[in-house]
């Protein structure tokens, strides 16, 4: 699996890492910016987090930095495009309210960083925790883009399909070409590929590796049931409605597959699983209100507690390797060596998804 940052990069963060943790002088020098960063956080009182609509995770992240530093937390949910559109209205009016932004990568990487939104999260990194490179997947910190502004902090395998296991069995579903067999017409259910974001990840992924042709048998001529509401989705598939879920949300079928109904995910071997990062980057807003604030949360966030927060709430695999993960299917859990298509990565999301997205939509609307 290709690292994130460039090779001279990833060099710099290396070195760094590897000075702090052979050296003392700069291990304490690290430890004395951290003590500095919490006074001045202190004096500024609170902090202001655009998150994951995910009530566990406002608690877990409330009650973890508070107990850290005494420092409340006022957390907003509105979610990725909701958010783009509030701070660009605040920031048109002169209004400069947020603090941070974690999010998943569209928001991120193509609204809050080409609008200029964003400081860079790499310089503000000090805590001894987060610097060391052993403590993390392959050796480096994960940043977002080429130029460090963004961080993140999940990695896990994301199972573009899944089955009824008894209408369809997984162990039979060896190819994706095997979904555009006439005899599944009208039972398989589709994500909508017209959703941006998120939604245009898999139909970008078949483009690129099965062809338009493909495309437009599996999500015309098989006239699948197109769905934006996951948990309708996930209950027709576990009550046999349909065979298969193309785009699966695992968040949504994980109730049904604890109640016992027979949900299988399949991962065809003629073509890479996707490396997929949810709501995992970090964002440092600039002219931020509370600057010291949010520099001391985003060092905390990327340290074991806040990162073991993000994942257990969201029970998805994060970056780091020295936390227990136990709450991440195994199916998630990215194989050493193994090859897999980054969807988070910078130029997949901002230039070959983008692309491949309009030539998608106008095939679809032929």
Request: glycine share 8%; with cysteine.
């Amino acid at each position: 699996m290709a690292p994130h940052p460039s090779r001279a990069a990833a060099l710099r963060t290396g070195l760094a890492a590897l000075l702090a943790s052979s050296s003392p002088g700069i291990a304490s020098a690290q430890h004395a910016g951290l003590r500095e960063l919490e006074a001045a956080a202190r004096q500024e009182g609170s902090l202001v987090v655009d998150g994951p609509p995910v009530a566990e995770l406002r608690q877990a992240l409330s009650a973890g930095f508070q107990q850290a530093y005494g420092i409340p937390i006022s957390y907003i949910s509105s979610g990725g495009s909701r958010s783009s559109a509030r701070v660009r209205a605040e920031r048109a009016a002169g209004k400069y309210l947020l603090d941070v932004f974690i999010t998943g990568s569209d928001s991120a990487l193509n609204s809050f960083l080409p609008s200029g939104w964003l400081d860079p999260i790499e310089p503000v990194l000090v805590a001894p925790e987060v610097l060391d490179r052993k403590k993390w997947r392959d050796g480096h910190l994960w940043y977002a883009d080429p130029h460090h502004v963004i961080l993140r902090l999940l990695g896990f395998v994301t199972p573009e399909i899944a089955v009824n296991n008894k209408l369809l069995p997984a162990a039979s579903l060896r190819s994706w070409k095997q979904l555009i067999d006439p005899k599944w017409r009208g039972k398989i259910i589709a994500q909508d590929p017209r959703v941006a974001g998120g939604g245009a990840t898999t139909p970008t992924y078949l483009y690129k590796y099965f062809g338009p042709e493909y495309v437009r048998a599996l999500y015309v001529d098989q006239q699948p049931f197109i769905s934006t509401d996951g948990e309708q989705a996930a209950r027709a598939l576990a009550q046999g409605s349909y065979v298969a879920w193309v785009g699966a949300y695992p968040a949504a079928l994980d109730p049904f597959e604890k109640a016992g109904y027979p949900i299988a995910y399949v991962s065809p071997s003629d073509a890479p699983e996707i490396f997929s990062g949810g709501f995992g980057l970090v964002c440092l807003m600039n002219r931020a209100p509370h600057e010291n604030a949010a520099k001391l949360f985003v060092n905390w966030l990327a340290g074991r507690a806040g990162v073991s927060a993000l994942g257990s709430c969201l029970k998805e695999y994060t970056l780091r390797t020295d936390i227990d993960q136990s709450w991440a299917q195994p199916y998630s859990i990215p194989k050493r060596g193994k090859h897999y298509l980054d969807a988070y990565d910078y130029d997949f999301v901002t230039q070959i998804r983008s692309q491949t997205y309009q030539k998608v939509q106008e095939l679809l609307d032929r």
